[in-house]
């Protein structure tokens, strides 16, 4: 069933436990986190990332699917944009259908930051949509290691209280598309953060951090786990293996059929990490 992320993300905060949100960049990836979510009993907000859009050249079809999906799936799954800079895009979101939204200006100097999402939250309330954004860049969305960044507990509470946003991604010790999982994350800053803001606080870069750091995350304070590279890393081995198995492979359905069953298999496991 299509549900909302405020009902996911409030839940998971209101009782001290994860929720999981992974990235789908194509049909074949939306199929695996519904088939994944479904065996593991667990429910999962879908994240579609600017990135993602940019690759298709539009939201829309994605969007469609993911909702077709979603609405198909036996287990409660939300639609979420992720990483959008673009303020117009937030909006072709929330015309789609997408109960919540991540608006990026992690980038900007502190003050343009707070005034550009503060303005964004305002125009997605009124549409009644929920708005995640970012305070101190979590680093690595070029691709470059970068877990030294570090979000003030202070700074993150005069944020939250100026800008009203529903959910804040903080940077604590994650790197974005980090393909081995030994990430640091500073504990004591998580529950720092969490005392001193209201709202669930998200963890982006979650595929460098090991099953046990997910836990210790998880209860020490945070809340939304986001997750691309490890889903990525999985369905692309799998895609491999069957090339490499079968040089005489042709029909496309033998190999994204493979990377989509190794999706949903490392979908299942995570859930049962992150989503207890
Ligand atoms: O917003 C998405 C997440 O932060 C994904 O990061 O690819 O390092 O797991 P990851
Ligand atoms: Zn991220």
Request: aromatic content about 2%.
């Amino acid at each position: 069933t299509l549900t909302t992320t405020a009902a996911l993300i409030t839940a998971a905060h209101e009782e001290g436990r994860g929720v999981a949100a992974f990235n789908t960049i194509n049909l074949e990836t939306v199929e695996a986190l519904a088939t994944g979510a479904e065996a593991a009993n667990r429910p999962l907000i879908v994240q579609i990332s600017e990135n993602a859009v940019r690759y298709h050249g539009g939201l829309a079809p994605l969007a469609q699917a993911a909702i077709a999906v979603a609405s198909g799936s036996t287990m409660p799954m939300s639609l979420h944009l992720d990483h959008a800079t673009s303020e117009r895009l937030v909006g072709v979101a929330v015309d789609l259908g997408f109960s919540s939204v991540m608006y990026d200006a992690s980038q900007l100097p502190y003050a343009e930051n707070l005034a550009r999402t503060a303005a964004v939250v305002q125009r997605c309330h009124d549409r009644g949509a929920h708005v995640e954004a970012e305070l101190g860049e979590v680093g690595g969305k070029d691709g470059v290691h970068a877990p030294g960044a570090r979000t003030d507990p202070t700074e993150a509470a005069e944020f939250v209280g100026s800008t009203g946003v529903d959910a804040l991604a903080v940077a604590v010790g994650s790197s974005h598309k980090m393909t081995t999982r030994d990430a640091t994350l500073d504990v004591d800053l998580i529950a720092a953060l969490a005392r001193a803001v209201s709202v669930p606080l998200v963890l982006h870069g979650s595929s460098g951090v090991s099953d046990d750091g997910l836990r210790a995350a998880i209860t020490a304070g945070m809340t939304k786990i986001n997750v691309a590279t490890q889903l990525n890393k999985a369905f692309t081995a799998a895609v491999r293996e069957q090339l490499e198995t079968d040089q005489a492979l042709v029909d496309q359905r033998r190999y994204l059929g493979a990377g989509r069953d190794a999706m949903a298999a490392e979908t299942a496991r995570l859930l049962t990490v992150i989503s207890t």
